[in-house]
């Protein structure tokens, strides 16, 4: 299956940028002055708790949602350009966007026109994904006799079917049995090896240990640790040679507490200071 190959130089900007990204409710603020810098070619996992503003940082960075202060731009297009940043995207929200009075393959016709996919080209690889994902002998049935893990399927196939630069996954493997998540999984993996920028959210913490180059903790709209893998996990054991035993779940712990023990905890490589409570954002996540 073809997948573009980025090629980047040094001067090439970041896939993802945001600097100082902010969202606010009314008088609550949901995601509070948030810096990103997230390289071409690499997969970014985006943990946090239910409520942490992690779903609403995600809208803002697709253009769904209008940052109350603060700049993003995808691959340099800033994303107040919405029609010059939507060719870079593939986004897949924790609910696929699907028509359930379409087939699974009519969907993906349908988006491969919206991202101006040539015919001829759209039905190949369409063909491709279905069969990737074991969706051929039902992709001319209507989704709305889909299961859920079906849906999620054709949702991740329609973000990716115009071959993004970066995408956006908002928990890619809800739903699916473990077979079709272990095939969502080496899709990421291809896809960075490809050039392709992958932004994952997910609260599965196997899953980014797996696969992400960097993780970022959102807590309280804030973001309050961010580096690669194995150099949080040292810095909660207080190792610089990173051979520590933390896993990236007493990361997750140690750091999204309002206990004592989070003032050890490692910090942001953004500079984040004090949190400052947020309520829920607008999807509950």
Same mark, same amino acid.
């Given at each position: %299956?073809?997948?573009?190959?980025?090629?980047?130089?040094?001067?090439?900007?970041?896939?993802?940028?945001?600097?100082?990204l902010?969202?606010q409710? =009314?008088? !609550?603020?949901?995601?509070?002055? &948030?810096?990103?810098?997230?390289?071409? $070619?690499?997969?970014?996992?985006?943990?946090?708790?239910?409520?942490?503003?992690? !779903?609403?940082? %995600?809208?803002?960075?697709?253009?769904?949602?209008?940052?109350?202060?603060?700049? *993003?731009a995808?691959?340099? *297009?800033?994303?107040?350009?919405?029609?010059?940043?939507?060719?870079? /995207?593939?986004?897949?929200?924790?609910?696929?966007?699907?028509?359930?009075? @379409?087939?699974?393959?009519?969907?993906?016709?349908?988006? *491969?026109?919206?991202r101006?996919?040539?015919?001829?080209?759209?039905?190949?690889?369409?063909?491709?994904?279905?069969?990737?994902?074991?969706? #051929?002998?039902?992709?001319?049935?209507?989704?709305?006799?889909?299961?859920?893990?079906?849906?999620?399927?054709?949702?991740? &196939?329609?973000? @990716?079917?115009?071959?993004?630069?970066?995408?956006?996954?908002?928990?890619?493997?809800? =739903?699916?049995?473990?077979?079709?998540a272990?095939?969502? /999984?080496?899709?990421?993996?291809?896809?960075?090896?490809?050039?392709?920028?992958?932004?994952?959210?997910?609260?599965?913490?196997?899953?980014?240990?797996?696969?992400?180059?960097?993780?970022?903790?959102?807590?309280? =709209?804030?973001?309050?640790?961010? $580096?690669?893998?194995?150099?949080?996990?040292?810095?909660?054991?207080?190792? #610089?040679?990173?051979?520590?035993?933390?896993t990236?779940?007493?990361?997750?712990?140690?750091?999204?507490?309002?206990?004592? *023990?989070?003032?050890?905890?490692?910090?942001? !490589?953004?500079?984040?200071?004090?949190?400052?409570?947020?309520?829920?954002?607008?999807?509950?996540?």
């Amino acid at each position: %299956m073809s997948s573009p190959s980025q090629q980047t130089t040094d001067e090439s900007p970041p896939a993802i940028d945001a600097t100082g990204l902010t969202k606010q409710f =009314g008088s !609550t603020t949901v995601v509070d002055g &948030i810096d990103l810098s997230v390289e071409p $070619g690499t997969v970014y996992g985006f943990l946090g708790p239910n409520g942490a503003g992690k !779903t609403t940082t %995600m809208r803002m960075l697709t253009t769904l949602t209008k940052p109350t202060d603060g700049e *993003a731009a995808i691959m340099g *297009a800033p994303v107040s350009d919405r029609d010059g940043v939507r060719n870079h /995207l593939g986004y897949l929200p924790e609910e696929p966007p699907v028509f359930d009075e @379409l087939t699974g393959r009519e969907q993906l016709q349908y988006v *491969a026109r919206l991202r101006d996919v040539p015919p001829a080209e759209a039905d190949d690889r369409i063909t491709e994904w279905l069969e990737r994902f074991d969706l #051929a002998a039902d992709a001319d049935r209507r989704i709305d006799d889909y299961s859920k893990g079906m849906r999620q399927k054709i949702g991740l &196939i329609a973000a @990716l079917l115009h071959e993004p630069s970066v995408v956006f996954l908002d928990e890619p493997t809800s =739903g699916l049995d473990p077979r079709a998540a272990r095939t969502v /999984l080496d899709v990421i993996a291809s896809l960075s090896d490809a050039g392709q920028t992958v932004f994952l959210s997910t609260h599965i913490l196997s899953v980014v240990e797996e696969l992400a180059d960097t993780v970022g903790v959102l807590y309280d =709209g804030t973001l309050v640790a961010e $580096g690669p893998p194995a150099e949080l996990s040292a810095q909660v054991d207080g190792d #610089a040679d990173g051979d520590g035993q933390s896993t990236l779940e007493d990361v997750f712990l140690a750091v999204t507490t309002d206990s004592p *023990a989070a003032q050890a905890a490692p910090e942001s !490589t953004n500079g984040a200071g004090a949190r400052q409570p947020a309520a829920d954002d607008s999807a509950g996540r």
